[in-house]
């Protein structure tokens, strides 16, 4: 079997073929790191390649192995630590630091049976929804190598998309894994708050929420099931489905009522391809039984983006501070790109009182939209407001950093709110623009209801098939 057909195929179905023997898991991964190799010079997607841990886990997996994903590639975001491997969260600030254990999500994927085969690339910290740092330079879409993958988790989308792995790590402070996802043709889940730990390194989020890039909401569901719910210390939890995901995903949903919006939050303007391709999704839903109507949530003129600056950029410092302190002297400009420090440098002369002032805001916000959506089972968006961008179009590299980043709100304007609100969302990549990129549409359900987007997501992917896609240019 080819390679590379191999790796475009479910994780879930990979996973039974080394459980039967048709596959070893030595050859499924011995694939992987293959493919890597011959894409990460026109890709860019890892910032490490974990060849030898990758094999030898690999050959401890025998036929037989009963474990969900064993022998399953799987890529980690740079961002989370894994035992033995480099954590520089796309920075020079982190230096050579090595992670001397797993975080509990790691952990679990490990115990599904995952084999790690390296980590994958991000925006410094995490802040810009692209993917191109000084550190390790540009991570490029495989739909297109001009532009980008998306942000935060470009590397892992990137390398889902190229075929790299069948699966890959991600998280989404503020649209972060629905954003690559989108720019990339994949699903991309953020999981409801408090629905997968953080720990133990950070306490709870409020924005942020762990997951994975898959081609099938299926593999996507099934990953769920393993890395969902509490661990040892947890503040806060989601409370637990009443079945699996995986069985939940494949549940008749019945004739949903679905909000569809198109006034962004933040001030924007809506691609005609991007509205097109929400209003042909909600056709679609509507055929499939669902009624959908327009609405206004009240989220336009609430001072969102400042009041998400006030409090994401704090966030994004602690990061920052924890690589000075790692490597055991006091952060200065040259170790983290213009962006970073501008973050930085405003974090540390904002007043707390300034910082709780913005959450209380953000958390009554969050409050009027989830009651706005009380009335409606799911909300449908578009997922982004742009088409992907080009490489250069916005980084964190420029003499005016703060501009950089105010650009990347009009390309993104419909996922921060969704992580202010703490629900869960999915982008689902119906739909192929005629520039030939992808094109997505987001889903947002009730609080704590994944499986109500998973169950749209799965009618959806069985209307109009996107798994069988290949970027043109990579289908060899």
């Known amino acids: ?122 925006s410094e910290m995490a802040i810009l929804p692209t993917t191109e740092t000084r550190r390790f330079g540009p991570t490029r879409n495989p739909w297109g190598l001009d532009r980008t993958p998306g942000g935060s988790s ?23 894994i629905r954003i690559p996802a989108s720019c990339c043709g994949l699903v991309g889940l953020k999981a409801a708050r408090g629905r997968i730990s953080v720990g133990p390194e950070s306490g709870q989020s409020f924005f942020g929420a762990d997951g994975v890039f898959t081609r099938r909401v299926a593999d996507t569901a099934a990953v769920l099931d393993v890395i969902a719910g509490y661990e040892p210390g947890d503040a806060n939890w989601a409370p637990p489905p009443p079945a699996t995901y995986s069985e939940l995903a494949q549940g008749e949903p019945g004739g949903l009522r679905i909000a569809l919006a198109f006034t962004p939050p933040i001030e924007a303007e809506l691609d005609p391809i991007c509205e097109q391709g929400a209003r042909d999704a909600a056709t679609l839903l ?27 950029g704090p966030l994004v410092s602690m990061e920052t501070l924890v690589g000075g302190l790692l490597r055991g002297r006091e952060v200065t400009e040259g170790d983290v790109e213009p962006l970073t420090w501008a973050m930085w440098t405003r974090a540390r002369s904002q007043g707390t009182l300034t910082y709780l002032a913005a959450q209380s805001r953000l958390e009554s916000v969050a409050r009027s939209i989830v009651t706005f959506l009380e009335p409606y089972d799911a909300l449908l968006t578009p997922a982004l407001a742009r088409r992907p961008v080009p490489i250069g179009d916005i980084h964190g590299l420029g003499p005016h950093p703060w501009d950089e980043y105010h650009r990347s709100g009009p390309f993104t304007p419909y996922t921060a709110i969704i992580n202010v609100t703490g629900l869960p969302a999915i982008a689902v990549p119906l739909y192929q623009g005629d520039d030939g990129l992808p094109l997505a549409v987001q889903l947002v359900g009730p609080p704590a209801r994944e499986e109500v987007v998973l169950a749209l997501a799965t009618q959806l992917e069985e209307a109009h098939p996107w798994a069988q896609r290949r970027p043109p240019e990579l289908a060899t």
């Open 1 to 122: 079997m080819e390679d590379v057909e191999l790796l475009f195929r479910s994780a879930t179905e990979l996973a039974s073929m080394v459980r039967l023997g048709e596959c070893s898991a030595r050859e499924l991964v011995a694939a992987s790191l293959h493919r890597i190799d011959a894409l990460q010079p026109t890709i860019n997607a890892f910032t490490h390649i974990a060849y030898d841990s990758a094999i030898a886990n690999a050959d401890a997996i025998a036929p037989g192995d009963d474990r969900p994903f064993a022998g399953v590639p799987i890529a980690i975001k740079d961002n989370r630590p894994v035992a033995g491997m480099p954590l520089t969260i796309g920075s020079d600030l982190f230096g050579d630091y090595v992670a001397e254990r797993d975080s509990f999500l790691v952990r679990r994927l490990r115990r599904a049976g995952f084999v790690i085969v390296g980590k994958t690339a991000l």
């Open 154 to 176: 470009g590397g892992s989308a990137a390398a889902v998309a190229a075929g790299m792995v069948p699966v890959a790590h991600g998280n989404d402070g503020g649209g972060s």
């Open 286 to 312: 509507e055929s499939l039984g669902h009624k959908v109507e327009e609405a206004e949530p009240p989220w336009a003129e609430t001072g969102l983006l400042q009041d998400f600056t006030r409090t994401f």
